[in-house]
């Protein structure tokens, strides 16, 4: 391990400098949804619980537009180690046009049947009926939010990682701002409630997308080529489907396996406290991932260029080797820092200012200390298959390491504990877990291979 994580000099240099802005940007991005949990759950904890399941769907859009990042991402950072800008505008159209049309199409649904939604997603029709309201809004929030989040994937893609970071900053901001005033009704705007933390995120939302258009037109790093940009052609739609595609499918469902961890608590005796206690732990602990997400986009901007430089697959396997190892020793540092806090901090004095007492703070300790010990693995398999294997362009296996462990294991183990032997939170916590203890080794397995490095770049240019 030590001799596969000596490097060139000023190599960690770069790693920290693609990774900051990224971990920064989602530090920015993952407090709001703590802010906004924050300001619901004043509200009570049927609100929290309300919302809590509204944003099951909210959780697939989000992972549906983290696909089409990733999968621009891989076309993206091997173009620029080519130094193809048109390329890189012909993908980027590709991708707005397609990530747009999804999201649309989602969104119209979800404002359409918000209470016939809900009702899939948990045992109480009440909680249904709370958390409507929400749903028929946000939807459209994330219309504007995959076009600005493909524009700043192409940003970090092409190594200008800070720009994503000041977009999402300024509108994380701007979304804080609008909760305050439009949830509680302060400064003379109407108290909307849980409406009113949608209708923030969608006015959120627009600004960073209009700031997306202003800077895209100046940029200067990749200059707009309107021309490629509106007519990518066929040749460039068949590139993206055959790279990319995979890779959206696999977010949309390990993002719909996500989701039903929460439709699975949603339907337990206790669906209140458990998705009061979800609520909070899914956010914080996003929070405590936000390094191993830096890690793992660096990773990709990194190996992409280096496949897309020509490096033999003995250099690539090098680098690889030694990014990942790197992410697991980070992973570890802050999995320790995180298990500190949960007696000392966590259970003192954050539970409560989120109102989980009793029941759902002891269900919410437990899963916070399943989910801390278990970051160093999930700091491998984020780096591994969105960093590694993705910009290696091998997406069929690792869409396969990505979902089996998911849909397999981690969902089913989880449904029994929960659903049938209703055993209580400490299982249920650690079944939850489960996933990344059995995707780790299988991404060792197939990165030790090498079989995973392909030039997705090779054919006739476009």
């Not at 490097?7 to 940007?25: A, D, N």
């Not at 970071?165 to 909307?192: C, D, E, Q, R, W």
């Not at 339907?267 to 390094?291: I, K, P």
């Not at 191993?292 to 990194?302: D, H």
Request: net charge positive.
């Amino acid at each position: 391990m030590l001799r596969c994580l000596r490097r060139e000099p000023g190599f960690y240099k770069r790693l920290w400098m693609l990774s900051l802005p990224v971990i920064l940007q989602n530090l920015i991005t993952f407090s709001l949804g703590l802010i906004d949990t924050f300001m619901v759950s004043q509200l009570g904890n049927e609100e929290m619980a309300a919302v809590s399941s509204a944003n099951v769907p909210v959780f697939l859009l989000i992972s549906i537009v983290f696909g089409f990042q990733s999968g621009l991402g891989i076309l993206v950072s091997q173009y620029w180690g080519k130094g193809d800008l048109k390329n890189i505008n012909r993908a980027l159209g590709v991708a707005c046009f397609l990530g747009a049309g999804v999201t649309a199409v989602l969104a119209v649904v979800l404002a359409l049947f918000p209470v016939q939604v809900m009702d899939l997603l948990s045992n109480r029709h009440d909680l249904s009926l709370l958390g409507a309201p929400y749903l028929q809004v946000i939807g459209f929030s994330y219309v504007f939010n995959m076009l600005s989040s493909l524009y700043a994937s192409a940003q970090r893609s092409v190594e200008n990682s800070t720009f994503g970071m000041k977009l999402f900053g300024f509108s994380t901001v701007l979304n804080t701002a609008l909760n305050y005033l439009l949830i509680f009704g302060h400064g003379g705007f109407p108290a909307l409630g849980v409406r009113g933390a949608a209708v923030a995120t969608l006015l959120a939302r627009m600004s960073e997308f209009l700031i997306c258009v202003v800077c895209a037109v100046r940029s200067k790093n990749i200059p707009l080529d309107l021309g490629c940009f509106l007519r990518p052609g066929t040749e460039m739609v068949g590139r993206f489907l055959k790279y990319a595609s995979p890779v959206v499918l696999n977010e949309t469902a390990w993002g719909l396996g996500n989701s039903l961890l929460t439709v699975i608590l949603g339907y337990t005796d206790n669906s209140v406290e458990m998705l009061a206690a979800n609520a909070v732990m899914g956010n914080l602990n996003r929070l405590f991932l936000v390094v191993c997400f830096g890690l793992g986009a660096a990773t990709a901007v990194i190996v992409g260029k280096a496949i897309g430089e020509g490096k033999t697959k003995d250099e690539v396997l090098s680098l690889s080797q030694a990014l990942l190892w790197f992410a697991v020793l980070v992973g570890g540092a802050v999995g320790m820092a995180a298990l500190v806090l949960v007696p000392t901090l966590f259970v003192p004095v954050i539970f409560p200012m989120f109102k989980l007492f009793g029941e759902s703070s002891a269900i919410a300790a437990a899963m916070a200390v399943a989910g801390f010990a278990t970051i160093p693995l999930h700091a491998y398999a984020i780096s591994a298959v969105t960093g590694v294997l993705r910009a290696g362009g091998d997406v069929a296996f690792s869409t396969a390491l990505d979902l089996g462990p998911q849909w397999l294991l981690c969902l089913p183990l989880t449904a029994l504990c929960a659903l049938v032997l209703k055993t209580g939170a400490w299982p249920i916590a650690i079944a939850i877990q489960i996933e990344c203890v059995v995707k780790s080794p299988l991404c060792a397995w197939r990165i030790g291979g090498g079989k995973w490095i392909h030039d997705v770049t090779r054919g006739r240019e476009v």
